[in-house]
């Protein structure tokens, strides 16, 4: 049986590599429920999908399997190689740290990342991957 975070996992990863924000909506409560970094405002999670995704050409993404999973809450690792249309890469890797209401949708979201430019895959003691794949 899949838990919340497995099924918000599953989302992410069906969103992000078919370029997809609408891959988010059954995971999460209405509303601005999103902070993508600290000092951004709280957003709609397919708002900020489409946002980010609008310069993106490619992406490689790897989530991991949740971690520090409680009942109403997890962190989920994820890792990507992502491509802007001029073709340069940035690395991304970050941590997701959620909170779920009675049904299992995400109200509230904490993104924590960071960025290396250029092309660089998950260190050996990061993997094995939950989920690992690419753009279509």
Request: charged content about 25%; overall charge negative.
């Amino acid at each position: 049986m899949s838990t919340p975070a497995d099924r918000w996992i599953d989302a992410w990863f069906r969103a992000w590599t078919e370029h997809d924000p609408e891959a988010l909506a059954p995971v999460y409560a209405a509303g601005p429920v999103q902070r993508s970094e600290p000092f951004r405002e709280r957003q709609e999670p397919q708002l900020y999908a489409a946002w980010a995704f609008s310069d993106e050409t490619g992406a490689e993404v790897w989530f991991r399997s949740p971690g520090a999973e409680g009942g109403d809450s997890a962190a989920c690792e994820w890792w990507a190689i992502s491509r802007d249309g001029a073709g340069e890469a940035v690395t991304l890797a970050g941590v997701s740290l959620l909170r779920f209401d009675a049904a299992g949708r995400v109200v509230d979201q904490r993104d924590y990342w960071s960025q290396h430019a250029g092309a660089r895959q998950p260190p050996e003691d990061w993997l094995p991957a939950a989920k690992h794949g690419s753009t279509r």
